[in-house]
């Protein structure tokens, strides 16, 4: 099949190499725009591009699919199948209707839970125990098109936002070989969502990031690998902001929420609203995040507050 890809972040790296290295044609990648990045704020390519370009596939960039000269672009390229992996661009009906075998995407959730932009961090703050990848037939509205395969995977109790990430962009490629094969020979059928079902996951906002330390534990704890590698939890201690990279549940130790009631070889433990925390991985400000053992050494930090 000749299949066109579209897709900009690291996430859409291991299907975009499926894809090259499978026996189907890529005609050409669709990308965001060049953007702002690091402190020089220097026009950055996203992973996709620079994947693409080292592959010396055919690279596009525009702003948005509405436009009839991008329309007629597309059409022009004569895909079989478009194939999207976390784009970040709408898809018009219009669109969706060019390719004769459809459009499918590689979602990061088993649909219908998590529709939306941030299903891995949403799945592990709600606690969920398992989650997964889905490859779906896109439609209009917000990851509601039917359903051709998913694979799940557990959420561990150290799972983080990055870890789950990885294991589950790679979950997606392979899946999307499988999928392939089945749309090329018509023998997969889909199946409709079950809305009723469905949840959302927003994008995550640097502002929830906060720790507060009147809730639980476990909320917390959950927050703090949700949140890892972005926007990365954080709390003050004095006038200094902390970065929070990774916790765990702890048994006793009692204090008001925030109060750091222990320092030890394990990490530093702190009460919350409900139960105790100890911080194994954390960041000052200017330094890199390194064992909470080690940065609590030579300070006196037993019965400061955090918050």
């Not at 992973?47 to 007629?72: C, H, I, N």
């Not at 954080?234 to 006793?252: E, F, N, P, V």
């Not at 750091?260 to 433990?269: C, H, K, M, P, T």
Request: glycine content about 10%; aromatic content about 4%.
């Amino acid at each position: 099949m000749r299949i066109l890809f579209a897709g900009t972040p690291e996430f859409a790296l291991p299907s975009l190499d499926a894809l090259a290295a499978s026996a189907h044609e890529l005609i050409g990648v669709f990308t965001q725009p060049d953007r702002p990045a690091g402190r020089g704020r220097k026009l950055t390519a996203s992973p996709v591009k620079a994947r693409a370009m080292s592959l010396g596939l055919p690279v596009f960039q525009p702003e948005t699919l509405r436009d009839e000269t991008v329309q007629k672009q597309i059409a022009e390229l004569q895909p079989d199948l478009m194939v999207v992996v976390a784009y970040g661009l709408l898809l018009p009906q219009s669109v969706l209707d060019i390719p004769p075998k459809g459009c499918i995407n590689v979602h990061a959730s088993l649909l219908p839970r998590w529709r939306g932009a941030a299903p891995i961090a949403r799945a592990i703050q709600a606690g969920d125990a398992e989650t997964g990848v889905t490859i779906m037939r896109m439609a209009r509205g917000l990851d509601t098109g039917d359903m051709l395969l998913s694979r799940d995977c557990e959420i561990t109790a150290e799972a983080t936002a990055g870890s789950l990430h990885d294991q589950i962009s790679d979950m997606g490629a392979n899946l999307l070989v499988t999928a392939l094969a089945g749309i090329q020979n018509e023998s997969l059928t889909a199946s409709p969502q079950n809305s009723e079902h469905a949840t959302y996951a927003k994008l995550l906002d640097k502002a929830e990031a906060e720790v507060d330390w009147s809730q639980p534990a476990q909320t917390i704890a959950r927050n703090i690998r949700a949140f890892n590698p972005w926007p990365v939890a954080y709390t003050g201690l004095g006038d200094q902001r902390l970065r929070l990279w990774r916790a765990r549940l702890i048994s006793g130790g009692t204090g008001k929420p925030g109060e750091i009631v222990a320092v030890g070889d394990q990490g530093i433990d702190v009460a919350t609203g409900q139960g105790s925390l100890r911080i194994t991985e954390l960041q000052w400000p200017g330094k890199k995040a390194i064992p909470a053992a080690d940065a609590a050494r030579g300070r006196n930090l037993v019965g400061q507050r955090f918050g």
